[in-house]
Nanobody, 121 residues
Framework: QVRLVESGGGSVQAGGSQKLSCTAS????????MGWFRQAPGKERERVAT??????TTNYAGSVKGRFTISQDKNTVYLQMTSLKPEDTAMYFC????????????????WGQGTRVTVPS
């Protein structure tokens, strides 16, 4: 099993920055891809950014491209968020999987509990 623990959420003013962290523990040999998803109130969960460990390939949702940056250091994945907007308000979930494709399709095996990010309008 893989355990994911997120941190770094909170309330931030529009236009501000916030950095989320997620550390994987347990059988991390199963993890070849990590990423971030988010779910806003009343909306479906959406993929925000993913990274495949082997080639450091990253993928971003169009709504965050150019504002958010995903990076990884060993078993920790980060999401640096800049120019935050009220529509970025959501619960942000860290995810991990052995397969990069499952991150892209939104079906990774492992999920964190989530950390809330609020950007007041």
């Amino acid at each position: 099993q893989v355990r994911l623990v997120e941190s770094g959420g909170g309330s931030v003013q529009a236009g501000g920055s916030q950095k989320l962290s997620c550390t994987a523990s347990g059988d991390t040999s199963r993890v070849n891809s990590m990423g971030w998803f988010r779910q806003a109130p009343g909306k479906e969960r959406e993929r925000v950014a993913t990274i495949c460990t082997a080639g450091r390939t990253t993928n971003y949702a169009g709504s965050v491209k150019g504002r958010f940056t995903i990076s990884q250091d060993k078993n920790t994945v980060y999401l640096q968020m800049t120019s935050l907007k009220p529509e970025d308000t959501a619960m942000y979930f860290c995810a991990a999987d052995r397969l990069c494709t499952r991150m892209i399709t939104g079906t990774p095996d492992y999920w964190g509990q989530g950390t809330r990010v609020t950007v007041p309008s």
